[in-house]
């Protein structure tokens, strides 16, 4: 069995419809600004392209070749000591599988060194450009901060014949790395600090992947970009929002040069993606520390791993067309691209039925040795395909562990004792035995009679079963491996964390649960790595194209059937301090992938059926997650005050967060009923956290005192004066002084160090008391260091 995948190329090329870009090229034209449109896709050789990069491909090869023009794939390969041709490699098999075509249009800014330099050399014998001799430490304290203007460079008088001469030495080697920089003489009081004197080459000792030791120094990004862009004729340079304070160094370099062309900057909203990371330096940290199996891992946002795991060009197309292109960031919610993948292996997975965690049912009264054939369609009837398979049917089967349950609850629909069910497809079962392992009291085999005049699906009598299974003939059942990849952070915002912690700490030991010994139908034995198949009641699936082997197929797990995450982990607006989950340590090698069963199944089963079936009922209506579920279906103490404080406050996961991770601590030798604090005292505070009047961290402050006190904590907040600061103005003139009293931090921060926002969103806390509204906070900060 095989399925197809169609081409990104054949369908449509637009990321959307309609969009500003879009209409800038449109209104270009049209006044004759340019009669053919050239844009250009640019990354940088250092890491793998991820979903991210997937929006911007789609729409400068979608613009270009929805109004008849180019775009051009070149690399910005101008850093040689992060850059390989691994990841040229990767990239270009990666836009290629996305549909982008460059034609005979890929180039190198490698290509362009030595145009590069004449340019350089060029700004210089304007006036334009010095050569610079501060360390980088003496660069930074002159450069100012957002309201002080920078101090000129000692060095900024330089003749024009000295910076050629010392120029020309420090391409000659003479020099080792930091003694010079070559600096655009721009203006060191301008408002926006990429204008003030910013470095243009430096010194770099590392051997180039594709010149070798050709040279020694290097074009910055901004130089080398525009300047590239200029060479190739590029009429639209498209890129995101971040680049927005760039685009006056870009029009500053194309300006003051004798280039060929004069480009011009766009820039749009990039794609920020829930419970992903996007930054490749964080990317590359996850595989070189081992917390990943590779670039490709199915867990990664990677267009690699999510090729590797099932995700279609097509689907991330449509995806990047529902988001559309927009001009401010935003996060965008992982259960739409998760929805946009669902919908689109709907029409291309074949539907079959597999075992993932078997329990041996024997039908008493099925002739041994029979082998009935049915069959049974690939496609569900709105899906306009067609196709089946024949299915086996004999006495021994195989149905999925957690669809049977010796004491099951009121509207358990599928097996129990004396309980009868359908099996797709065959007929009705009634279980009328359990076998159990006589050493671990296991239940290993259920001793079931078969309905043969329900074969059809309907009794003669009009019995009607509400639970249907899926199910695999034990004497036919093919054994598979199955993997169960799951999101790869356990947060939201997984960047968004405070000063002194990793963001390695927001990982999800359960993002992926290794399956052995699930039984599969044989329909299946020829199927063909790469095949997309839906796993009836299960998933989407994908065969492994890197481990699968001939009659030992690896699925992936591309998407659960429905969004399962949500229900299982009601989320939440991200909180400063609020009790976390519970994570690996930081940096801490990742849990090896669990086999047979993940950590919150194993504890499930470890429970009696009746708190089982009542963490499952905490799960499935309240929203709450597995472990949590657990902890709480276990102890009547603490599940009382989780129904208490839910009855005050109508938020369960919140609850179950609050009363599990901060109230369970406070027991040590007490009864639950011991607490100084009511489910009523905590469904008030959890409200006041909700409407916004307090913080996470005053609220932890809060319970402190009613643990020692008692009272109300609305009161207590009136009382003390905690309530949340939240006027913009007032929090606007925090962060000025923050920012203007670090101009270090600042300086790190807009050169690259992005963790430095934990240390600014502390200084503020700090400095309001711990009052200060958080998302408000980074919000602000986000504005101010852009």
């Given at each position: ?39 250009r ?37 101008t ?62 304290e ?49 408002p ?22 050709a ?45 060929p ?16 990371v ?44 529902e ?104 007929g ?33 009598d ?37 000063e ?129 579920a ?5 102890d ?49 505070l ?6 916004g ?26 009382q ?61 900060l ?5």
């Amino acid at each position: 069995m095989t399925t197809q995948s169609p081409r990104a190329s054949d369908a449509d090329s637009s990321v959307a419809a309609s969009n500003f870009i879009r209409n800038i090229i449109a209104e270009d034209l049209a006044a004759g600004r340019h009669t053919r449109v050239v844009t250009r896709f640019p990354p940088e050789p250092n890491g793998y392209l991820h979903i991210g990069h997937a929006k911007s491909i789609l729409l400068n090869f979608g613009l270009a070749a929805d109004f008849g023009g180019a775009c051009h794939m070149r690399f910005d390969d101008t850093n040689p000591a992060a850059e390989d041709m691994e990841y040229v490699e990767s990239i270009l098999r990666d836009v290629r599988w996305l549909g982008g075509d460059w034609g005979d249009k890929l180039f190198f800014a490698s290509d362009y060194f030595e145009r590069l330099y004449a340019f350089a050399v060029e700004l210089i014998q304007k006036g334009r450009a010095y050569v610079c001799s501060l360390s980088e430490a003496e660069t930074r304290e002159l450069r100012g901060t957002v309201t002080e203007p920078g101090r000129e460079s000692p060095y900024r008088n330089r003749s024009v014949a000295e910076s050629l001469d010392l120029f020309a030495r420090m391409r000659a080697g003479e020099f080792p790395e930091g003694a010079h920089v070559l600096r655009a003489k721009i203006d060191m009081a301008a408002p926006n600090m990429k204008m003030r004197d910013p470095p243009i080459y430096r010194i770099k000792r590392a051997r180039h992947y594709r010149t070798g030791d050709a040279w020694c120094v290097y074009p910055l990004y901004d130089f080398a970009h525009s300047l590239s862009d200029a060479i190739e004729g590029i009429t639209h340079s498209i890129c995101t929002l971040e680049f927005e304070n760039n685009r006056e160094l870009y029009d500053w370099i194309v300006e003051h040069l004798d280039v060929p062309s004069r480009p011009r900057q766009y820039e749009f909203a990039r794609l920020n993606l829930s419970y992903t990371v996007m930054s490749k330096r964080k990317l590359l940290a996850l595989v070189k520390g081992g917390l990943v199996t590779g670039w490709d891992d199915p867990r990664m946002p990677t267009i690699a791993g999510l090729r590797r795991r099932g995700v279609t060009p097509e689907a991330i197309r449509s995806f990047c067309e529902e988001i559309g292109v927009a001009k401010t960031n935003s996060m965008v919610d992982i259960a739409k691209f998760e929805s946009c993948v669902r919908d689109d292996l709907n029409l291309r997975a074949p539907r079959v039925m597999a075992v993932l965690r078997p329990l041996r049912v024997v039908l008493e009264n099925y002739p041994e040795g029979q082998v009935e054939e049915i069959d049974a369609p690939y496609w569900p009837e709105d899906v306009p395909r067609e196709g089946s398979r024949k299915v086996p049917l004999s006495r021994v089967l195989y149905i999925e562990r957690d669809d049977f349950l010796e004491d099951p609850p009121k509207k358990w629909f599928r097996l129990a004792p004396g309980q009868q069910v359908r099996l797709r497809y065959a007929g009705f079962i009634t279980c009328r035995e359990v076998v159990r392992d006589e050493a671990t009291g296991e239940v290993v085999e259920l001793r079931c009679t078969y309905d043969r005049p329900t074969k059809s699906g309907e009794a003669p009598d009009g019995r009607k079963p509400k639970g249907t299974l899926h199910w695999v003939s034990a004497a036919h059942a093919l054994p598979a491996e199955v993997r169960l990849y799951d999101r790869l952070f356990t947060v939201e915002r997984p960047d968004a964390v405070e000063e002194g912690k990793d963001f390695m700490e927001n990982l999800n030991p359960g993002s992926l649960v290794v399956l052995s010994g699930c039984q599969v139908e044989p329909s299946l034995s020829t199927v063909e790595k790469g095949s997309h198949v839906q796993f009836e009641r299960q998933g989407f699936f994908f065969v492994d194209p890197v481990d699968s082997a001939p009659g030992a197929p690896v699925f992936n797990r591309t998407v659960a059937l429905k969004d399962s995450w949500s229900r299982l982990s009601a989320e939440r607006p991200a909180r400063a301090a609020e009790p976390a989950p519970a994570g690996p340590a930081a940096k801490a090698p990742p849990p090896e992938p669990r086999r047979e069963r993940a950590p919150f199944e194993e504890r499930l089963a470890r429970l009696d059926p009746a708190r089982a079936e009542k963490a499952r009922h905490l799960i499935e209506t309240r929203g709450i997650p597995g472990d949590d579920a657990v902890v709480l279906a276990d102890d009547d103490g603490l599940l009382r005050l989780f129904e208490e404080t839910v009855a005050a406050h109508d938020n369960p996961r919140g609850a179950a967060n609050w009363v599990i991770h901060s109230l369970a601590r406070e027991l040590k030798d007490r009864k639950t009923g011991d607490l100084p604090v009511s489910g009523a005292q905590l469904g008030e505070l959890l409200a006041l956290i909700d409407d916004g009047t307090i913080s996470g961290k005053i609220a932890k402050d809060v319970l402190a005192e009613i643990m020692q006190q008692g009272g109300s904590p609305r009161a207590i907040v009136a009382q003390r004066g905690l309530r949340q600061v939240a006027d913009e103005g007032a929090l606007e003139r925090i962060v000025d002084q923050i920012i203007a009293g670090h101009p270090g931090e600042v300086s790190r921060f807009r050169a690259g160090n992005s963790k430095l926002i934990g240390f600014f969103v502390g200084q503020v806390m700090k400095a309001s008391g711990g009052k200060a509204n958080p998302d408000l906070v980074n919000t602000l900060l986000a504005r101010k260091l852009a």
